[in-house]
């Protein structure tokens, strides 16, 4: 009997541990922090880049989302986002480096581009 509950015991810590095998993965959150954000017109177009951090390893899919725009707002305001980690994931605990970067039609009136994480943001002027 022992034998049979070892090797059960085995497979489920097995298991657990396997990526392919864990639970899907959870809608994307916001990155822990913001430390570095771009904004430039090239060809009719927004290209804004962000630089940050997430808190742990694991996170996949790092993606700037832009919010609705109010149509009087000169500020176009963006979430840094990414997919955090299964929660049965083993994964190192520490702030770890993402990047994202998004193309999207020019928005008029619009000079400034605020990126948004979970604990700051960052506010920068557009590039011509």
Do not use: C
């Amino acid at each position: 009997m022992r034998r049979y509950s070892a090797a059960i015991f085995a497979a489920v810590i097995v298991l657990s541990n396997n990526p392919a095998i864990a639970a899907s993965k959870p809608n994307s959150q916001l990155i822990q922090k913001i430390d570095h954000a771009t904004a430039s017109f090239r060809g009719g177009k927004l290209t804004i880049s962000a630089k940050g951090a997430v808190p742990s390893g694991g996170w996949e899919n790092p993606q700037l989302k832009l919010l609705p725009h109010k149509s009087k707002a000169a500020t176009l305001v963006v979430e840094f986002r990414a997919n955090p980690p299964a929660k049965n994931l083993r994964v190192i605990q520490a702030l770890l480096p993402v990047s994202a970067v998004t193309t999207v039609k020019a928005v008029h009136g619009v000079t400034d581009v605020r990126v948004v994480s979970k604990t700051n943001s960052v506010t920068v002027t557009i590039e011509e």
